[in-house]
């Protein structure tokens, strides 16, 4: 189980240093959020569906 929670919680933290880092780019110029919002969406989705995944494997052992 180890082997999918290591890598889920370095992604969860780049999760959301990715949003800081948006947040912070956005006051300067707000085109910022609409240029990364489809790479954020995707990375998102992606985190939640390990989270998913790895939240399925625990809970059948």
């Keep these: 189980m180890g082997q999918f ?3 889920l919680a370095k992604h ?3 999760w959301g240093d990715l949003t ?5 780019q956005a ?4 085109d910022a959020v609409g240029g990364a919002a489809v ?3 995707y990375f998102s989705g992606y985190v939640t569906l390990a ?3 790895t939240h ?5 052992n």
């Design 12 to 14: 969860l933290k780049e």
């Design 20 to 24: 800081a880092r948006i947040g912070m």
């Design 56 to 60: 399925g494997i625990s809970s059948t």
């Design 5 to 7: 929670i290591r890598p």
């Design 27 to 30: 006051t300067e110029n707000p």
């Design 51 to 53: 989270y998913l995944g």
């Design 39 to 41: 790479d954020y969406m």
